[in-house]
T-cell receptor
Framework: AQRVTQPEKLLSVFKGAPVELKCNYS??????LFWYVQYSRQRLQLLLR??SRESIKGFTADLNKGETSFHLKKPFAQEEDSAMYYC???????????FGTGTRLTIIP | ETGVTQSPTHLIKTRGQQVTLRCSSQ?????VSWYQQALGQGPQFIFQ???????GRGNFPPRFSGLQFPNYSSELNVNALELDDSALYLC????????????FGPGTRLTVT
């Protein structure tokens, strides 16, 4: 069975400091990994996916198959980064997204 | 381009009743997925509809059922409501080809008393 674990429910970081949101997964095949973000009073939206290897709003995430991790990183936190972040996994050939429980990131001015 | 819309926004039902939630997919999308998000949890996959047929189902009992219409809009029906069904229900639409990014609606907050 596929599973996504986000060990931190809450994370507070000072503005300008580096941010790392942890995500670990368990899946026997070759997964697709995503980070979704939900800003206050807005709907859930895709932040980035591992297959595109792009940087969105300064965030990057590298898939580490050896450690089964997909941590989200940003070198310098900004106040507008405060939001709820969800890591999600999609198995190949299946449209189902499996989400973690989420991490609420708060950037301290 | 119109985004994913859901109705109603909020709903209060009594245990044992039945409820229907509605979702209009984003323009050009032919696939709709439904998720249940309990308080403090991530969204959980209920099922997906593609071309009016169920195309994958999560670990939810048969009293959770759905429909997709020719215009790709969708309904989620829940029979014999239980207190644990209280949650935010999210609908997401996508295009079956290409990148398949799922675009989420704002959700329907269901409270069962």
């Amino acid at each position: 069975a596929q599973r996504v674990t986000q060990p931190e429910k809450l994370l507070s970081v000072f503005k300008g400091a580096p941010v790392e949101l942890k995500c670990n997964y368990s899946y026997s095949g070759s997964p697709e990994l995503f980070w979704y973000v939900q800003y206050s009073r807005q709907r859930l939206q895709l932040l980035l996916r591992h297959i595109s290897r792009e940087s969105i709003k300064g965030f990057t995430a590298d898939l580490n198959k050896g450690e089964t991790s997909f941590h989200l990183k940003k070198p310098f936190a900004q106040e507008e980064d405060s939001a709820m972040y969800y890591c999600a996994l999609k198995s190949r050939g299946n449209e189902k997204l499996t989400f973690g429980t989420g991490t609420r990131l708060t950037i301290i001015p | 381009e119109t985004g994913v819309t859901q109705s109603p926004t909020h709903l209060i039902k009594t245990r044992g009743q039945q409820v229907t939630l509605r979702c209009s997919s984003q323009s050009g999308h032919n696939t709709v997925s439904w998720y249940q998000q309990a308080l403090g949890q991530g969204p959980q996959f209920i099922f997906q509809y593609y071309r009016e047929e169920e195309n994958g189902r999560g670990n939810f009992p048969p009293r959770f059922s759905g429909l997709q219409f020719p215009n790709y809009s969708s309904e989620l029906n829940v029979n014999a409501l239980e207190l644990d069904d209280s949650a935010l229900y999210l609908c997401a639409s996508s295009w079956s080809g290409g990148a398949r990014e799922q675009y989420f609606g704002p959700g329907t907050r269901l409270t069962v008393t």
